[in-house]
């Protein structure tokens, strides 16, 4: 093996460097507030950064292939947590989803892991069963099968925005692995309907997309968020207020430092941070690609795209989000939100491709 992928070791590690300092411009003020600390989240953060480094670094030190042999038990393992978080007294309720485990101040996701393990699995499927992925009943219909049962169990939570990601991710491995794209267009209608029927059961969805059309209507209530941001991002122009003068971080964003993030990188940092930030995902993202078509084999092929589809299209729907292109999703950008499950594993799946890239050399 030699020289992993300097250039995206040090884009990802940076990124994450930003969003540990970002985490405290954003969150000091509630932080101190709620837990008269302003260093709360930065702490915290901070720790997982440090694990998610450690987790990168052996990740990388693993031959991939050993995922290949392991990937029916990573995604039992990761069944059994959707269904185990499920249940009362075991799942912890935040944000009116019980999708969480509560280990004192830490909060471990299992749908986070179910995104890795479902990639790793796919991955797997479609490198032995590529000769048959033109059958729909005998080579779609199986992997389409659990990928439905994941998203079921993921939106009993609910968390329709990690769901999506999940979906969307798995599609896009298919869709490169050369599917008929007749599969794509009924997926499409099938989804649309989906949605549609999600939207009609649970009414604070609806709000949701009435709060997108027109936030305004209603802008104490369900347009708050959208209107906060918009508010947080429009004062910042070509270098921002400053870093720590952000004014919607003082009560006004909610989750500033977790999903809305980006609206205060915008508002301290002006274009400039923005530009930074993008740069640095596109950056990632075409290292990434280039470990993808250089992959010596399918199976690392299709791991390697999987990895980074997921990665930047969970990115590309947050700030979507915040700048009001989508309704509000719930899902956190990646190496810049707080949260220690999507930071570990956003962490483990660069520690894949680095390995990938070490065989690629």
């Known amino acids: 093996m030699k020289k992993i992928d300097y250039i995206l070791l040090f884009s990802v590690i940076l990124l994450s460097l930003f969003g540990v300092v970002m985490i405290y411009s954003s969150s000091s003020t509630w932080a101190k507030y709620k837990f008269n600390d302003e260093f709360h989240y930065l702490k915290l953060q901070l720790l997982f950064l440090i694990l998610g480094i450690i987790v990168m670094y052996i990740i990388s030190r693993i031959n991939y292939k050993v995922y290949y042999e392991k990937s029916n038990t990573i995604l039992l393992i990761c069944f059994i947590l959707l269904i185990l978080v499920l249940i009362p007294g075991i799942g912890k309720i935040r944000n009116g989803?019980?999708?969480?485990?509560?280990?004192?101040?830490?909060?471990?996701?299992?749908?986070?892991?179910?995104?890795?393990?479902?990639?790793?699995?796919?991955?797997?499927?479609?490198?032995?069963?590529?000769k048959d992925l033109k059958n729909f009943k005998k080579g779609v219909f199986p992997i389409l099968l659990v990928l439905l049962t994941a998203f079921f169990l993921i939106m009993l939570q609910p968390d329709?925005?990690?769901?999506?990601?999940?979906?969307?991710?798995?599609?896009?491995?298919l869709f490169i692995s050369g599917v008929d794209i007749k599969f794509f267009i009924g997926s499409?209608?099938?989804?649309?309907?989906?949605?549609?029927?999600?939207?009609?059961?649970?009414?604070?969805?609806?709000?949701?997309?009435?709060s997108f059309m027109n936030p305004w209507k209603d802008a104490l209530g369900t347009g708050f968020q959208i209107i906060q941001s918009l508010y947080a991002i429009g004062p910042g122009g070509l270098l921002g207020t400053g870093f720590l003068k952000s004014i919607q971080k003082h009560f006004y964003l909610p989750e500033p430092q977790t999903d809305f993030i980006f609206s205060i990188i915008s508002e301290e940092f002006g274009f400039l941070g923005v530009f930074i930030v993008t740069g640095l995902f596109i950056v990632i993202l075409y290292r990434s690609i280039k470990i993808a078509l250089n992959s010596k084999d399918a199976f690392s092929k299709?791991?390697?795209?999987?990895?980074?589809?997921?990665?930047?299209?969970?990115?590309?729907?947050?700030?979507?989000?915040?700048?009001?292109?989508?309704p509000v999703t719930g899902v956190t950008l990646?190496?810049?939100?707080?949260?220690?499950?999507?930071?570990?594993?956003?962490?483990a799946s660069i520690g894949i491709l680095l390995n990938i890239s070490r065989h690629n050399n």
């Open 97 to 130: 989803s019980r999708s969480w485990f509560g280990l004192g101040p830490f909060g471990i996701q299992p749908s986070e892991f179910m995104k890795l393990g479902l990639i790793i699995f796919t991955s797997k499927y479609l490198t032995n069963n590529e």
């Open 302 to 326: 299709y791991l390697s795209f999987g990895m980074i589809f997921q990665i930047i299209f969970q990115a590309l729907m947050n700030l979507m989000v915040v700048v009001g292109l989508i």
């Open 334 to 347: 990646p190496f810049l939100s707080y949260g220690g499950s999507s930071l570990l594993i956003s962490m």
């Open 188 to 210: 499409f209608i099938i989804g649309l309907i989906g949605i549609i029927i999600l939207i009609v059961i649970a009414p604070y969805r609806m709000n949701r997309i009435t």
């Open 160 to 173: 329709l925005g990690t769901g999506t990601v999940l979906v969307v991710s798995i599609l896009s491995l």
